[in-house]
């Protein structure tokens, strides 16, 4: 099946400096999403983003598909950034169920 | 828009206790998956419905499991007979098209 790897695994920042994220993925894919899951266990979407570049406030994310891997950029980093990113991915023809990375987990410190 | 919500949020129930939980998805929303997330793990999918029909299974998902969507609004996981290994993080999720929105999560854990 299809493999989703996330990488760096951890990640401890200090609070205002940036950091990269990325997902690497071994087939071709209908859909990406990034999350971040809260300390409670809440997935919040940052991103859908099949494809190009999007950017929220702070966030911004990459897909390229045709190499298959996508970036997620965090600049200024707070500590409420804090937790667990995850990339998911959808195959193409599927009927949508969501593949998960293994997560990097990210401590921003103040 | 109330979001996908989950009830309960925490279980706790002895070995060998059936369990049910509800997610109630996002009005309008045709799809509806379940997924389980063990710690350290990245959520597994469990099964999906396109509005009442169950259209896809996990191998993840044992005879001892079972999904229902009566009339294609909430649905319910129900664990029958639980073990140990089934404690984790039971996540619902919704969509129309695109995006899925997850609801909070039950957390179940087996003593």
């Known amino acids: 099946g299809i493999q989703v790897e996330q990488s760096p695994p951890d990640l401890i920042l200090q609070e205002g400096a940036n950091s990269t994220l990325r997902c690497n993925f071994s087939d071709s894919v209908n859909n990406l999403q990034w999350f971040h899951q809260n300390p409670w266990g809440q997935l919040i979407n940052l991103f859908y983003i099949p494809s190009g570049t999007k950017q929220n406030g702070r966030l911004s994310a990459t897909t390229v598909a045709t190499e298959r891997y996508s970036l997620l950029y965090i600049s200024s980093s707070q500590t409420t950034d804090s937790g667990v990113y995850f990339c998911a991915v959808v195959l193409s023809g599927n009927t949508g169920k969501l593949i998960f990375g293994q997560g990097t987990t990210l401590q921003v410190k103040p | ?62 005879d001892r499991f079972s999904a229902e969507r009566p009339k294609g609004s909430f649905s319910t996981l129900e664990i029958q007979r639980t073990e140990q290994g089934d404690s984790a993080m039971y996540l619902c999720a919704s969509s129309i098209s695109g995006s899925q929105y997850f609801g909070p999560g039950t957390r179940l854990t087996v003593t």
């Open chain 2, 1 to 62: 828009d109330t979001g996908v919500s989950q009830d309960p949020r925490h279980k706790i129930t002895k070995r060998g206790q059936n369990v049910t939980f509800r997610c109630d998805p996002i009005s309008e929303h045709n799809r509806l998956y379940w997924y389980r997330q063990t710690l350290g793990q990245g959520p597994e999918f469990l099964t999906y419905f396109q509005n009442e029909a169950q259209l896809e299974k996990s191998r993840l998902l044992s």
